[in-house]
């Protein structure tokens, strides 16, 4: 904690889990007292640190007929340490980037990763919602994280696994000592795996007409609550807060659950029902990602599934799809 | 829970029925389901934990149009019900709908009259903890209140989860999504948010069953409920109970007061 103090006094945005009521979300911090470590999960992902629910791509002003544009300001993102991500967050941020450089690398994505360092804790509990070991995941994993904390008898044991990660250390040695020389599995929480990723992908590619997705989503109600609490949901949508002759362009969070996300102009919607909708989330996670950007959409965290208000339970329609 | 199973069976092999929307156990609590025969409803369970307001799906067209339906509604769900009669949403002829009795049995209520007599002599299941923190919230002065409700509606990213579970907002064109004129902000930001909320909240003025699944539906816990109930308080204590003869913001009479105006 001495050294989170010390990396905020260095002029580092701190953000970290803050308890309120009985949820708990990662917040900018100024105080390491307000940090909280006793959820099993966070009701919100970390992926706002890298992809803002709202963001401010350029301005622009017209002047008798002449516009300018102010393209997006890099210089303004502080340095950002996120403390207290569980590591299926810290992995969510690999299908994050991979679908924002796809084609195009997206600038404001790429520079607030650059200035983001992610110290995570592994998981020494979980509950029925958490799957991350059914999709290779599991509650010690050190991907994505640059630094991976592991809480043990007397502090934390510390995994660095970055050149990020380490040179956060290196600049702050003396809150370190050597390799305590535990077996780090007897602190991990025991995640059971709930279906056979192999399984799921033999099916899963190859269902695209199957009665299972008007089954599965008879009872989804069609909100982007499961996108926006999720860690690899990229989907956005392109606002313009216009003020007369100056304004400027928002990219904002967006779902496929909504019906008008694939709505055209002409009234057309190719995904006209929920059941084509919810097909579209899990093929999109679990085939089209691993396809063409070889990374799938899912850590198993299992934050979809807590936050859906009829229980669209994920494991358990994908072990469903698994079994087929 | 037997009762329900056997009532609901009896519909389907009488041929009453098309579908019948009910609950099943789920991960923590019971969650919808849809039964579309007489063996589906061997599933179904009812009681004091169902809580989710089924009349939801009553209105959505791609599950219930053309069907005869069966339904088994708690308290709230049966208010929505009422309401949607009124608004010329539902037909009597082709639903059934069950209640939970005050002795924990299964009650027919075959017509709106029935729901109606059901829901005057049955009392709302108590919201202890919604009643503190009306209390609290009553207590703040409008500075504090401000800043209490300035707090919460920050967080919001606008999934649309409360407007998704509510049974009172079946328009299939939302205001927040009419973009000529675009009349509220469709990012998330703590002013557009609070647009977002006072119309949802005004839409529903009159009309709210008060069942709170908007607040429970809200994946980052925003007390939104809170304004409906609200909502609903100042409506009743202003106009009185809610009659057939339509809702406060879409009638008019000569005697209505204009002060609020003047």
Sequence with gaps: MNWLTQLNDEGSQIYAPVAKGN?????????????????????????????PRTEKLFSYTKKEGNVTLQNF?????????????????????????????????????????????????????CDEFCFCTSVNGNPGNTEGSDILLTPIKEGYLVEIITEKGENLVNKHISFFEADPNVNKEEYLAKVPVQFSLEELHEKISNMFESPVWKQQ???????????YVCPTCACFDIQEDAHGSSGNRLRCWDSCGFSLFTMHTSGHNPREVQSQRWRQRLLHKFSYMPERISVRGCTGCGRCSRACPVDMNIAEHLSEIATL | MDELRTKAKELFEKGEIDIFIGY???????????????????????????????????????????????????????????????????????????????????????????????????????KLKDDELIKQID??????????????????????????????????????????????????????????????????????SDCGSCGTACPIGIP???????????????????????????????????????
Excluded at chain 2, 85 to 105: A, I, M, P, Y
Excluded at chain 2, 240 to 250: A, H, I, Q
């Design chain 1, 73 to 125: 300001d890099t210089t303004t993102i502080p340095e950002t340490v996120v403390f207290g991500i569980h590591p299926c967050d810290a992995a969510g941020f690999k299908p994050l980037s991979g679908i924002f450089n796809w084609d195009t690398p997206d600038l404001p994505f790429n520079e607030r990763m650059k200035r983001t360092t992610l110290i995570a804790v592994s998981c020494t509990q």
């Design chain 1, 217 to 227: 989503s008879e009872r989804c109600l069609g909100c982007g609550a499961c996108a």
């Design chain 1, 23 to 51: 949820k708990t979300d990662y917040k900018h911090i100024t105080s390491m007292e307000e940090i909280s470590m006793d959820h099993i999960q966070t009701t919100q992902s970390a992926k706002a640190i890298a992809f």
């Design chain 2, 139 to 208: 207590e703040m002065s409008s500075a504090e209140r401000w800043a209490f409700w300035s707090d919460e509606l920050s967080k919001c990213f606008k999934c649309y989860a409360c407007r998704a579970a509510c049974p009172m907002c079946y328009c299939t064109k939302c205001i927040v999504e009419v973009n000529r004129p675009q009349w509220i902000q469709p990012w998330a930001s703590t002013l557009g948010n609070m647009e977002w909320q006072i119309n949802r909240v005004m839409h529903m003025a009159g009309r709210c």
């Design chain 2, 24 to 126: 099943e156990e789920g991960t923590r609590n019971p969650r919808p389901l849809f039964a579309n025969n007489a063996d589906e409803t061997q599933k179904l369970v009812f009681n004091d934990m169902c809580t989710g307001n089924l009349a939801v799906y009553l209105t959505r067209k791609d599950l219930v149009k053309g069907k005869r339906v069966g339904i088994s509604a708690s308290y709230y769900a049966l208010k929505s019900i009422a309401q949607l009669f009124v608004e010329n949403q539902l037909k009597e002829e082709s639903l059934k709908v069950f209640g939970l009795s005050s002795d924990r049995k299964i009650q027919a209520l075959n017509s709106l009259e029935e729901i109606k007599q059901y829901l005057k002599d049955t009392p709302p299941p108590p």
């Design chain 2, 224 to 262: 939104i409920h809170l304004l409906t109930h609200k909502m609903s308080e100042t409506v009743k204590i202003n106009f009185g109970d809610s009659s057939e003869k339509g809702n406060v913001l879409s009638t008019f009479k000569p005697e209505d007061k204009e002060s609020f105006i003047l």
